[in-house]
Every structure is written in C-alpha cells, then in structure tokens.
C-alpha cells in the first residue's frame, strides 16, 4: 500500500526558509486522481491543513499561509515538497504529509516530523 | 473559509461507555466530514469519511452521522485502545478545515 516519510532538517533559524520533502513509495505521485497535501500541527494544538499539489503541478494553499508558501512536485523521483519563507517560532510544529483523494479525506499521511525554529 | 466547531474539547469516560462528540460547521457542506483518530506522538488516522462511511479496518463500535451543518462521531461501547484525540475535518470548496479536536480519556 502507499506510504509516506517526510524528510528535512528539523531546526531552522528564523527568518530563513523550511524546507521538507515528502517520498512517496507504493504507488505513482502521477497517478489521478489524488492530490498530495501538507498538514502541520503545532505542539500540543490541532491540524493546520498548508496546502496541496496535483501531479500536474496545479496548487491550492492555506490564505493565511499562502504568501509564504510553495509546494512543488518532482514525478521523476515520486516526490512532493514543501518551502516556507521568513519562519518564526511559530512555524516550530510537527509536519505531516498526506494523501488527498480528490481533494477530500487525508489518507494515509507521513510519520510526521518535528521542525523547531530557532537561532 | 469554513469554521468547524468540535465538542468538546476534553471528555472522560468509563470503559463500556457510550461517547459522542459533536462538529457544527459554519455552513453546509453536505456529508463532506471526516473523523480522524490520533494517538500521541502518531499521525492522525482515517476512521469515518463522508459523515458515515467506515474506513475499512475500523472497528464497528465506531461510527458517524449527519449532513448539512451537524455531524456526530459515536463510539458505542468505549475501550481502552480508543484512548486519543479526534477529530473532525471538511473539505467543501477543496478547502479543507479541521475542528479543534476532542481529547478522550478514560475515568
């Protein structure tokens, strides 16, 4: 069945950009009909849903994120990634990656990975 | 955007128990609900989607009800396993939005 890891440094400094991946094994990043979505969770808060990308390339991202944020996709290496600008401490979160059916439930996700900012 | 309000926020209960949790959206989104289970230190899992539906694998004593506005997620007959927090998500408008979730403890 498909799965999920995310990868990336877990500290960043402020100001600077966060940057994740998300590998994809199992099954095809190209396959339609799924989109495939970033989700973070503040420590010890709920699930803030960041945004998602087709395999196409078409994005559609959090308004209150959206400024800051870019998710791209390389097919080549069944990979999807995320960037996000000018971090604060209250970027710090556990980020998860997660499968997005035709933009309904999520499903299944990443293990999940704890990004700290801070100098 | 879609609010959804979740409650409550905390709950405990005996082991047997009936436990419902309640999600209002801001507006109508159909059956466009999901529930989710997430243990600590685990990323969330899928048990309900589409307000209704179990997500196969799912134990039977979990289930979900309601449309437009008003959803339920009842776990008929409460278990130690079930220990975690819930919650609840829409996607209406590809835009999904999470409830504030539910933290289940056993009394």
């Known amino acids: 069945q498909v799965q999920l890891q995310e990868s990336g440094p877990g500290l960043v400094k402020p100001s600077q950009t966060l940057s994740l991946t998300c590998t994809v094994s199992?099954?095809?990043?190209?396959?339609?009909?799924?989109?495939w979505s970033w989700i973070r969770q503040h420590p010890g808060k709920g699930l803030e849903w960041i945004g998602y990308?087709?395999?196409?390339?078409?994005?559609y991202y959090n308004p209150s994120l959206k400024s800051r944020v870019t998710i791209s996709v390389d097919t080549s290496k069944n990979q999807f990634s995320l960037k996000l600008s000018s971090v604060t401490a209250a970027d710090t979160a556990v980020y998860y990656c997660?499968?997005?059916?035709?933009?309904?439930?999520?499903?299944?996700w990443g293990q999940g990975t704890l990004v700290t900012v801070s100098s | 955007d879609i609010q959804m309000t979740q409650s409550p926020s905390s709950l405990s209960a005996s082991v047997g128990d009936r436990v419902t949790i309640t999600c209002q959206a801001s507006?109508?989104?159909?059956?466009?609900l999901n529930w989710y289970q997430q243990k600590p230190g685990k990323a969330p899992k899928l048990l309900i989607y589409?307000?209704?539906n179990l997500e196969t694998g799912v134990p039977s004593r979990f289930s979900g009800s309601g449309s437009g506005t008003d959803f339920t997620f009842t776990i008929s007959s409460l278990q130690p396993e079930d220990i975690a927090t819930y919650y609840c998500?829409?996607?209406?408008?590809?835009?999904?939005?999470f409830g504030q979730g539910t933290r289940l403890e056993i009394k």
């Open positions: 507006q109508d989104i159909s059956n466009y």
């Open positions: 990308i087709y395999y196409s390339g078409s994005t």
């Open positions: 589409d307000a209704s």
């Open positions: 199992g099954g095809s990043i190209s396959s339609g009909g799924y989109y």
């Open positions: 998500q829409q996607y209406d408008n590809l835009l999904p939005t």
């Open positions: 997660a499968r997005f059916p035709r933009g309904s439930w999520f499903d299944p």
